[in-house]
């Protein structure tokens, strides 16, 4: 059975501007039935996940016990005392790994995710215990577990990108590489991570703010249809598009006889997509060399 009383801490072991120690703490200021501050902190086993998502670095849970000379005050899912013991500090990820299991996890607030704690399961069943399951709308709002379960979420369905505050480099590239798509939902910047995105998949580089020479070749040689998504077009970048896919040819805003040769080279069904002009270059062409031959 858990222990029936816990102080969530810091790294710094400071709370209310008071610096706690491990084994007896004494608060030496004015102590009244004033919730603001004045006292030291603690909860009960089953109030531990309403009070995680308040900050993003808690480490450690201990226990508390209390004194036989402890005055205690008690509020909703909180109390506090002017004396108490904290010991036998546990790591937090461990804690609720070791402690909360799945149907009383349920209950809890998930509204960091866009999607339900019974979706979650289905997600990862595979991933961890059904009989352990990790506190989701802590894990959402809290760095340290939030990186493990998101690289997990994400390596079932790269999409879930979108619903990431803190999108790690290799959080991104896992979202990418199981699902290319998943770079619209990418804040990450890295230049590792945009290349990656074209390399998958060329439509991406309608997601890349700063378009390079070099990106955008990138992308229509993968698919020529990116040329859709590139903000400035030259030539050489237009051939390329349609040298992969003829039918880029729509996505050309100043189509040249270069261009069109090369498309319709490819596949001459594209010719009713040509310019009236390029087209009247293109079929005189081709009457000469029939004349010709």
Known sequence: MAHLLYKLMRPNMIHFDFEYIEGINEFQGRFD????????????????????????????????????????????????????????????????????????????????????????????????????????????????????????????????????????????IAAINQNPRAFEFCKNGMEEIIELAIEKRGMNIMFVHKQTRDLCLKAVRQDGNALYGIKEQWEELCVEAVTQNPYAIIHVREQTPWIAIEAYKRNKDILGLLRDDLKAIIERDLCYKCEFN
């Open 33 to 172: 039935a004033d919730a603001e501050k004045n006292g030291l902190f603690f909860c009960c086993f089953n109030d531990i996940p309403r009070w995680l998502h308040l900050s993003d670095d808690i480490e450690f849970v201990w226990k508390v016990d209390l004194l036989e000379d402890s005055k205690v005050y008690t509020y909703n899912h909180k109390m506090k005392t002017n004396k108490m013991r904290i010991r036998d500090p546990v790591p937090l990820l461990e804690f609720i790994e070791a402690n909360f299991a799945a149907d009383y996890l349920t209950e809890c607030n998930v509204a960091n995710l866009k999607f339900t704690m019974k979706e979650q399961r289905l997600l990862l069943d595979e991933i961890s215990s059904r009989e352990k399951y990790y506190l989701i709308n802590a894990i959402m709002a809290r760095r340290i577990l939030m990186n493990d379960i998101c690289l997990k979420c994400v390596q079932v369905d790269g999409t879930l990108l979108q619903y990431v505050i803190h999108q790690l480099p290799h959080i991104c």
